[in-house]
């Protein structure tokens, strides 16, 4: 069983906790994930180590509710306990000094951004962060991600704080004034990373993303996370889950991520039917 040590509601539906997990803590690295299991009758979902405390022995995770499983999770409290945890998995970030990066994020995919980001600024990369979202209280982890950055720029599609506009404006913004920027992160919603990752390869930018298939087992034998890029088969549970944005085929990847939605829909309804009100979410 692995405590949840503190808990706490960042934005709509979106959940911030950390959880006691010592032997995870004191092998993770940014890029990498984690296999969660709230209790016995859940699912098994992949959630990103947002953060890690060796010392205290504690790790941090950061997400949605989605479905059934994200709403399980969500209706726990400090002191009580995830049931399963596997990690750390994947294939942690190549982090180095390239000089200056773009890192861009959106939604709850900023926390996958933020642990690369705090390692590049450590390495002493000049760092640049965008961060989007459709409204100002969706961007989350702004003071988080401004202590680790040179500029942060925000986008809001309504201009309810920062420039009013999409992630993909700014980078171009940033690079029409003269920044060179010498390599770039896209991590969000799928339909973001792509249209980042199509920016920055216009703008001249290596760009990585980071992949969030249906998973299961996270360790390559189920295969059900298999993306195709540079036209070849991989498994983002350990071959990623980055990779090269320009290389991803992005209709495949978007297209698998919607097969099981109308499941999903209806694992949810039952569950708001056993529980009742669900509107505290």
């Keep these: 069983m692995f ?12 959940y911030d906790i950390w959880v006691e997990a010592p032997r995870i803590a004191s092998h993770a690295a940014p890029g990498q994930f984690v296999v969660v299991k709230p209790d016995e009758h859940g699912e098994r979902i992949p959630l990103t180590i ?3 405390d060796r010392e205290k022995g504690q790790i941090r995770l950061i997400f949605q509710v989605v479905g059934k499983t994200t709403a399980t999770m969500a209706a726990l409290k400090e002191g009580q306990a995830l049931q399963d945890i596997s990690g ?7 982090v ?11 939604g709850v995919g900023i926390a996958a951004l933020f642990p690369i980001l705090k390692d ?5 990369n000049r760092v640049i962060t965008i961060l989007g979202g459709r409204t100002a209280d969706l961007v989350i982890m702004k003071d988080e991600c401004a202590q680790w950055s040179d500029e942060l720029i925000i986008t809001t599609d309504d201009g309810s704080e920062g420039m009013k506009g999409v992630v993909t404006d700014a980078m171009r913004a940033v690079v029409q004034r003269g920044e060179k920027v010498d390599r770039c992160w896209a991590i969000g919603p799928s339909i973001m990373m792509k249209f980042a990752s199509q920016a920055a390869v216009e703008l001249g930018i290596p760009v990585w993303v980071s992949l969030n298939p249906i998973m299961i087992d996270g360790t390559g034998m189920c295969g059900c996370c298999r993306v195709t890029v540079d036209n070849q088969i991989r498994f983002a549970c350990v071959d990623g ?3 090269d944005g320009a290389k991803v085929n992005w209709g495949e990847f978007m297209n698998r991520l919607r097969q099981y939605r109308d499941e999903e829909k ?6 708001a039917e056993e529980v009742g009100d669900l509107s505290w979410l």
Excluded: C, H, Q, W
């Design 241 to 243: 889950p980055e990779f």
């Design 3 to 14: 405590a949840i040590v503190s808990k706490r509601r960042i934005a709509p539906k979106e």
């Design 120 to 124: 590049l600024k450590k390495k002493g």
């Design 96 to 106: 180095e000094n390239f000089g200056t990066v773009l890192m861009v994020g959106g």
């Design 88 to 94: 750390p998995l994947g294939t942690p970030s190549e």
């Design 50 to 52: 947002a953060d890690f």
């Design 266 to 271: 209806i694992s949810y309804d039952k569950y």
